[in-house]
């Protein structure tokens, strides 16, 4: 959902980022569908921040963040230190809401999004 300024209109830019999002998370999803995950929840979202994708396969719940850039190299420099904090506090609320999930073993990937391509999946790409 797009937020609209207090005078009008919606910036289409914001809109054309949001939508390209979006296009690339449903890209993820399906990458990580494929690659035997079952997805728990899209744009989760609490106090602490959100978390594009949470997905399970096994006894492991991967907390994914996903970067829609021109570039590969451009969608990795966009990972900043402040967000990954952000999205290991959302990380901690979630898992904390759901006691099913206690057991499992927690990972923090990304996933790089260009226009072309298949998206990359960075396994552990940080640790909290």
């Known amino acids: ?15 054309a980022a949001d939508r390209m999002g979006r ?3 449903w890209r993820c999803v399906w990458r990580l569908r494929l690659s035997g995950y079952r997805v728990l929840a ?14 399970r396969r ?40 759901r006691p099913g999930l206690a057991g499992c073993a927690i990972r923090f990937d990304a996933m790089l999004v260009t226009p072309r391509g298949w998206p990359t999946h960075i396994v552990d790409a940080w640790r909290p």
Do not use: C, N, Y
């Not at 899209?42 to 997905?55: C, F, K, L, N, Q």
């Open 58 to 97: 096994g006894t492991l719940v991967a907390f994914v963040e996903v970067k829609a850039r021109a570039r590969a190299a451009d969608a990795a420099f966009a990972l900043t230190e402040p967000q990954w904090r952000r999205i290991a506090r959302a990380a901690e609320l979630f898992i904390a809401r």
């Open 42 to 55: 899209r744009r989760w979202r609490a106090p602490a921040g959100e978390i594009d994708i949470v997905a």
């Open 1 to 15: 959902m797009t937020s609209v300024p207090s005078g009008g209109a919606a910036d289409p830019r914001r809109i």
């Open 23 to 25: 296009w690339a998370e």
